[in-house]
């Protein structure tokens, strides 16, 4: 059974930092396309970014609203999914979805998980 | 960048119409289109991608259709469990990966 399960979200000041994280199983993760979409609340989808599998080399593509303050990594060998977030905003508030096109190599989302929830406030 | 819209915004229907939902691109997007179904609480589904391929699992009636500048998702005979906000989503992240805005599908 295909799992996706993050971690890490909270409340954060403006201005903070927050790491979250995202525990997969279930398929391939070597061979998967990982990426975070978020939604704020009673808003609609926005995808935030991907990094592509080691065999399409890792690549790593932002959306620009958070280009230079979220970094995308992953951990192969421990099958998680990363979203280091720096210089939150109030407009960062919102539900973080980790998401995974189970190894078929687009960047639509196959497979999401439950999400975990930031808020940003001071 | 490339802008997508969804109409309708909201959708009143009855169980058993037929819905139709329109995605459009300000640039051709090909065939890279995907709609998800999303309902209050939870996360989004996969339904279609590729702009016509059924996932697999889904119910056949859904289905989804166009390429270029406009795709539509259509629901043959709305049943009860399909009531939900439906959001289409270009991938070709050459031009970058843009959801729609959504459509709610609510009871007439």
């Known amino acids: 059974e295909v799992q996706l399960v993050e971690s890490g979200g909270g409340l954060v000041k403006p201005g903070g930092s927050l790491r979250l994280s995202c525990a997969a199983s279930g398929f391939s993760f070597g061979q998967a396309w990982m990426s975070w979409v978020r939604q704020a609340p009673g808003k609609g989808l926005e995808w935030i970014g991907r990094?592509?599998?080691?065999?399409?080399?890792?690549?790593?593509d932002y959306a620009a609203p958070v280009k230079g303050r979220f970094t995308i990594s992953r951990d192969d060998s421990e099958n998680r999914f990363y979203l280091q977030m720096n210089s939150l905003q109030t407009e960062d508030t919102a539900m973080y979805y980790c998401?995974?096109?189970?190894?078929?190599?687009?960047?639509?989302?196959?497979?999401w998980g439950q999400g975990t929830l930031v808020t940003v406030s001071s | 960048d490339i802008q997508m819209t969804q109409s309708p915004s909201t959708l009143s229907a009855s169980v058993g119409d037929r819905v139709t939902i329109t995605c459009r691109a300000s640039?051709?997007?090909?065939?890279?289109l995907a709609w998800y179904q999303q309902k209050p609480g939870k996360a989004p589904k996969l339904l279609i991608y590729?702009?016509?391929t059924l996932k697999s699992g889904v119910p056949s009636r859904f289905s989804g259709s166009g390429s270029g500048t406009e795709c539509t998702l259509t629901i043959s005979s709305l049943q009860a469990d399909d009531f939900a906000t439906y959001y289409c989503?270009?991938?070709?992240?050459?031009?970058?990966?843009?959801f729609g805005p959504g459509t709610k599908v609510d009871v007439k």
């Open positions: 590729k702009a016509s």
């Open positions: 989503q270009q991938y070709n992240s050459n031009i970058g990966v843009t």
């Open positions: 990094v592509k599998s080691k065999d399409y080399g890792a690549t790593i």
């Open positions: 998401t995974t096109d189970l190894g078929n190599h687009e960047d639509y989302s196959d497979y």
């Open positions: 640039l051709n997007i090909s065939l890279w």
